[in-house]
């Protein structure tokens, strides 16, 4: 596993309420090892555009959102996913007021709110070694079953207006979404990010096509980002 400054603090469970910055991007990358990677490289550039609206990072002099990468074909792929799940749920805590224990309420719906025992997570994001490749992408998905979609207080604009493919339904304790994009389309999905994006017809299309795969997912999924979504 790697990570930058603030997801360290994640990882390293040396969180405080001043340096929290928010739930991390998770980058999910076959054949990632270092920071050297042109993948890594380009999540850290996406990670610096997003103003974290929680803690006092800046005072730390933490820059960028936080962010982990993970190399699903290597031997340990599976071990930083665990590891992620124990410090995510502690992380956790500095969602809930005055810090105290991890988060279990994930929406108050109703009439009944659903309460997850997974952790939360930011957004999943698969980048493939080459352009024809598919092993990030169905490691991202695998991996999304272990954690949950948390939507409040997070610090990536609009990525996490959509629901993954791992465990729970688009309506009760959906996983964070899975992103699968190239470093060219990763630009794109930034943009959207940023700003919300614009839906097409297409998208709307897919969307109402998903719809029939999995009830709900319309009302939980912005239509600019379907074309980026694994589903």
Partial sequence: ????????????????PA?????????????????????WIAIQALCTEFVPILGKGAGFGLTAAPAVGIDPSGPDGLNDVQTLVTTLRIASKFLTPGGIRPIQLVENRMPVPYVSMRPPCGPIVAINSTSTGSASG???????????????NQVFGCAMDAVGPGAGTPEEDPSPPVYNVTLSTLKELQRIWLTGGSS??????????AEGLL????LRCNPALIPYLVI
Avoid: C, K
């Fill in 200 to 209: 097409t017809a297409d998208g709307v299309g897919s969307l109402v096509q």
């Fill in 138 to 152: 169905l490691a991202a998905a695998a991996y999304s079953a272990y954690f949950t979609r948390f939507t409040r």
């Fill in 1 to 16: 596993m790697i990570y930058n400054e603030a997801g360290q603090l994640i990882v390293t469970q040396a969180l405080t």
């Fill in 215 to 218: 009830p709900g997912i319309s």
């Fill in 19 to 39: 340096n929290f910055m928010g739930l991390p991007l998770v980058l999910v990358a076959d054949g990632l090892t270092d920071s050297s990677d042109p993948r």
